[in-house]
């Protein structure tokens, strides 16, 4: 199963808006950028396929795999939800910052088949390039 997801960040600026399709992250930014990279190494049954960090929201495409294979056993999840792995990760970066980051909900669409899932890969890494018409 995946989720498409869009966090919103509260009060400032996660990338600087004029550096060319943000290569730039503010020190919160990284603190994002980190905690998206870790999601995975916390939630072993929880993969981010693809994400985009913007100036002020987030992208992520997850997907969810309740079975494992281990060398020797397969591993079934106690899984998680998608609140408690992303209100997780919104704690961790503004533990990490001193202040609340993020703004209290966040976006959330299962996706259904192939085609959603393509369409949506393509949506959040194309969206840096269009941010200039949504800023």
Do not use: C
């Amino acid at each position: 199963m995946h989720n498409a997801l869009r966090l919103y960040f509260r009060r400032e600026d996660i990338i600087r808006p004029s550096d060319e399709l943000f290569r730039s992250f503010t020190t919160v930014g990284q603190y994002v950028y980190k905690a998206v990279l870790e999601m995975h190494r916390h939630y072993p049954f929880i993969f981010v396929d693809t994400f985009t960090i913007m100036p002020n929201h987030i992208h992520l495409l997850l997907r969810i795999d309740n079975m494992i294979e281990t060398e020797n056993s397969v591993e079934f999840s106690k899984a998680k939800s998608i609140s408690t792995v992303i209100g997780q990760m919104k704690r961790t970066v503004s533990a990490q910052a001193g202040y609340s980051v993020w703004q209290k909900s966040f976006y959330d669409r299962i996706v259904r088949n192939d085609r959603e899932y393509s369409e949506i890969w393509q949506y959040i890494n194309s969206n840096p390039f269009v941010w200039e018409k949504d800023y």
